[in-house]
Nanobody
């Protein structure tokens, strides 16, 4: 079983930074990533990473601002978010799957989410 727990969300002013963490307390799984859902909007793919971190994928809306990374020793995936914008405000979720995560619909396992609020 894979159990995911996100943390690190909060409130920040536009231009600021946050670093989200997702800890997997269950068995290891190859692909992990991040997705988000803003109020009244559909869930959106944000980023994903392979087991060894040799490949990463990003939504166009976050390229150059967000960085996804993985630390196996801590069973954790991170999302470093810089130059945050009000439109980044959403609940951020951590999906995990045995196949590549490239859309918001891919994810065998999901965490409960962590709220990120960016004020202008």
């Amino acid at each position: 079983q894979v159990q995911l727990l996100e943390s690190g969300g909060g409130w920040v002013q536009a231009g600021g930074s946050l670093n989200l963490s997702c800890v997997n307390s269950g068995r290891s799984i190859y692909y992990m990533g991040w997705a988000r859902q803003a109020p009244g909007k559909e869930r959106e793919f944000v980023a994903s990473i392979t087991w060894a971190g040799e490949r990463t994928y990003y939504a166009d809306s976050v390229k150059g601002r967000f960085t996804v990374s993985r630390e196996h020793a801590k069973h954790t995936v991170y999302l470093q978010m810089n130059s945050l914008k009000p439109e980044d405000t959403a609940v951020y979720f951590c999906p995990a799957d045995t196949r590549m995560i490239s859309t918001a619909n891919v994810g065998l396992y999901w965490g409960q989410g962590t709220q990120v609020t960016v004020s202008s």
